[in-house]
């Protein structure tokens, strides 16, 4: 079956507006959008260090069939993230050592995979960016078909094309296109926010005084 692929129509982040971006956080970000967009935990680094920031390429691909990211290697641009719905499927790896390596070349940011990898001492070591369900031996099957740049579901969260991909240790937030300058303004007054937070800390002052936590209201025990 043919790999299909939806037009492409999404605005792409100058290398400015990226910069600004540099560094951001997935858990802050993730609070700026109500605590929300945030993959479920199974979609974790295959190593603690990695972190990725980008704009979102997406990709179905059949479950334990690779051949829609094969052909999505050829597509994505320098810079961009490569985010696919694999099912969830953990029986085959559809993501590798020798893709991980064509990526890398290509410039592609990282790869968010709903799904499982195999390679992963090669991965790990090539340092590039992978956020996935799991990693098994089992290698993928081809030619079933899949979609490219179409709206998919990873990790419990929708993400289509442009979308941006903010992922680190915890795992990964998606900030949706239109939302992301708003985040931006957001994430910066959070981080303020956490500055004047850990000064008081340092201050003597308590989380609880920080964020206006009532007082304890204790209880006394009837006794007789």
């Not at 968010?112 to 790990?124: L, Q, Y």
């Not at 094309?161 to 910066?188: F, K, M, N, Q």
Request: aromatic share 4%; charged share 20%.
């Amino acid at each position: 079956m043919p790999v299909t692929q939806h037009k492409v129509d999404f605005p792409r982040l100058s290398a400015e507006e990226m910069a600004a971006w540099a560094g951001a956080e997935a858990a802050a970000v993730s609070d700026c959008l109500d605590r929300a967009q945030a993959m479920d935990g199974g979609i974790q680094p295959l190593a603690q260090n990695m972190r990725l920031v980008g704009q979102a390429r997406t990709v179905r691909c059949t479950v334990g069939d690779n051949s829609a990211l094969h052909a999505a290697l050829d597509l994505v641009e320098r810079g961009e993230v490569l985010v696919a719905d694999a099912g969830g499927f953990l029986g085959n790896a559809v993501w590798g050592g020798l893709m991980t390596e064509a990526a890398r070349r290509k410039g592609i940011a990282g790869l968010v995979i709903d799904g499982a990898v195999r390679d992963r001492s090669d991965i790990t070591a090539s340092a590039f960016p992978c956020f996935a369900r799991g990693a098994v031996p089992a290698g993928p099957h081809k030619n079933f078909g899949g979609e490219i740049d179409g709206p998919i579901a990873c990790g419990g969260v929708a993400v289509c094309p442009g979308d941006l991909v903010v992922a680190d240790g915890d795992g990964v937030t998606i900030v949706p296109w239109s939302r992301v300058e708003i985040v931006l303004d957001a994430y910066r007054s959070l981080k303020v926010k956490e500055a004047h937070a850990l000064a008081a800390l340092g201050n003597g002052g308590t989380l609880a005084e920080i964020y206006g936590i009532p007082e304890v209201t204790r209880l006394e025990r009837k006794t007789g």
